[in-house]
């Protein structure tokens, strides 16, 4: 099995980072493969919404010049997935916002690439703002049929500083347990292949209110 966790922050080895070890060590202590991509230190582009992702249906974004179309395959590829981000001003950063737009609709487009993978999310703050930041990365996760572990706290960890997380023994914590019980449900969603049926997959309906 193997998990892929994407760092929102652009400091490879900052908070952000460090929460997704936090996570990533107990998910190895378990035998799961783990790998880190930091995608806030690159230009991402933001969705366009040109819809050609349906029109296409190849599983790749038309938007050049970025890695996105490689993680959209690396998360396709994987059992589970990690989303981390730093609170930058009043949400989760610009770079994995956009990144995330982008990746989560053509999965959606594509017959749901991600659905029924295991997924949680991360933030890092230094203060405030980490609640509205969690909420945002739980959106991708729970639109996209994804199975989520929790934790014993919301999984926000404090620090100003790189290496100040690691002073906040509450959000240590936090970030072991998830680590723990998203290995548990990895394990868990892996022995029941074969064994219990998957609910079959709906047709999406849309609907609007403008009449």
């Not at 930058?88 to 609709?105: E, N, P, Q, T, V």
């Not at 002073?167 to 072991?176: C, F, H, K, L």
Request: with cysteine; proline share 4%.
């Amino acid at each position: 099995m193997k998990v892929v966790a994407f760092n929102g922050s652009p400091h490879k080895q900052g908070n952000t980072w460090q929460a997704l070890k936090m996570v990533t060590a107990e998910l190895e202590a378990a035998g799961i493969e783990t790998e880190i991509v930091t995608v806030g230190d690159q230009p991402i582009r933001g969705c366009i919404a040109c819809g050609m992702c349906a029109k296409n249906r190849n599983e790749q974004c038309v938007l050049p010049g970025d890695e996105v179309n490689a993680w959209i395959q690396k998360i396709k590829a994987a059992d589970g997935v990690l989303l981390g981000s730093p609170v930058h001003y009043a949400a989760l950063s610009g770079a994995m916002k956009s990144f995330l737009d982008r990746a989560f609709y053509v999965a959606g487009m594509n017959g749901g690439l991600f659905r029924h993978k295991v997924g949680a999310s991360v933030v890092a703050v230094r203060r405030s703002g980490g609640i509205p930041a969690f909420e945002q990365l739980n959106n991708f996760l729970m639109y996209s049929e994804m199975l989520i572990p929790t934790s014993n706290y919301w999984n926000v960890i404090h620090g100003r500083m790189p290496g100040e997380v690691a002073q906040d023994a509450e959000g240590a914590q936090i970030m072991r347990v998830l680590g723990k019980n998203m290995a548990w449900l990895l394990q868990l969603v892996e022995h029941g292949k074969g064994k219990v049926t998957p609910p079959e997959q709906e047709r999406k309906v849309m609907t609007h209110f403008v009449r």
